[in-house]
């Protein structure tokens, strides 16, 4: 691509270092931004700054926060024995959507990937076993993705945790409410079938 | 959607003004800064202040530069009699990859388009027909898209330079090289056909 201006150009490939954003789309958005009152370049560019400045994670369960310990990790009403383990914060307002879950979360920031160089210690999965080891955890809740990458790290965490006193579970794979069996993949299908519930409990799980 | 941290908030609400960005995606975008060095963030912002601040237009055909007279309108050896008249920066980058225009562009800066507010004052029409007034232009090449805000503009724009001494053409339409008939739509098949062209000059046109 040959720029008419080096403004322009270098404007454009720092956006297109954003993941999922081409060349062609950070032109788009960069010529959109030339288009609009300079403030509104302002404001993206301070909010971004801001964030990068100032910005927490909760000293307890790692998830962003504008304060020490989160808004969640301090809800005395909640409780404070379940844990359920995360990818990151967009998992958590996922979980939170849901209106279900009422005990803490643990954000990992990341999956074991040796592909991508992410090893276990660049995980938050220390303070995660000292809270296990400590004994105020009842049980923790695995909700990572299931690729090989999610498994991976499961089963590295269930190996730590196992020996002490505590309940380890998977969220439950199947068939999504609403959903058409034969749209199903197989191996979604096949493990639904494989971890059938009692009817009765199929009843009032909604 | 509810955020756990204003900061975060605050920048992915920023983020998800960009056209075609929702705020799902602005999250993703978001969080991926969070995760990179923050120098990364600055270069980002930086380039984009920069950029809006110092940002100039040329003062002949308004394509975007760094210097007063673009490096194209500032090159004697291309045609100064012939203007191509197009939309936005980036169908300049277009024409100009084709390497045939070896004439001047004129950058009108949008399209006439009551819907979206944008009257002919608000693009670059004036100094265009003064240009043309002046007497050194031959030709007028219409390249801006085919819909209808770009066909209004075409029009608005030949009825004030028609009735002095400049040849007006329009950018072919037809099947794209390569195209197969089959797939084509109805309109531009129909057009390819009505604007034939003699078989001989179809030969050397690639």
Not at 12 to 31: D, F
Not at 154 to 167: A, L, R, S
Request: overall charge negative.
């Amino acid at each position: 691509m040959e720029f008419s201006s080096k403004l322009l150009e270098k404007a454009v490939n720092e956006m297109s270092q954003l993941p999922g954003i081409g060349k062609r789309t950070a032109l788009r958005l960069v010529l959109h931004l030339l288009k609009q009152p300079k403030e509104q370049t302002e404001l993206l560019t301070s909010a971004l700054l801001n964030m990068c400045d100032s910005i927490k994670f909760c000293k307890s369960c790692h998830n962003i926060s504008d304060i020490d310990i989160c808004e969640i990790c301090a809800n005395s009403s909640r409780d404070q024995s379940v844990i359920c383990v995360v990818e990151d914060v967009r998992d958590v307002m996922a979980l939170e959507n849901t209106g279900i879950f009422k005990g803490l979360y643990h954000v990992l920031g990341g999956k074991i990937s040796p592909i991508d160089g992410v090893g276990p210690s660049q995980l938050n999965i220390v303070t995660l076993v000292e809270k296990v080891k400590s004994g105020t955890v009842r049980e923790v809740i695995f909700a990572l993705s299931s690729t090989m990458e999610g498994d991976t790290t499961n089963f590295y965490i269930y190996k730590q945790i196992k020996d002490f006193n505590v309940t380890t579970s998977a969220i439950a794979r199947g068939i999504a409410i609403g959903d058409e069996l034969e749209y199903a993949d197989e191996v979604t299908l096949g493990r639904s079938l494989i971890q059938r519930i009692p009817f009765e409990n199929s009843l009032n799980s909604k």
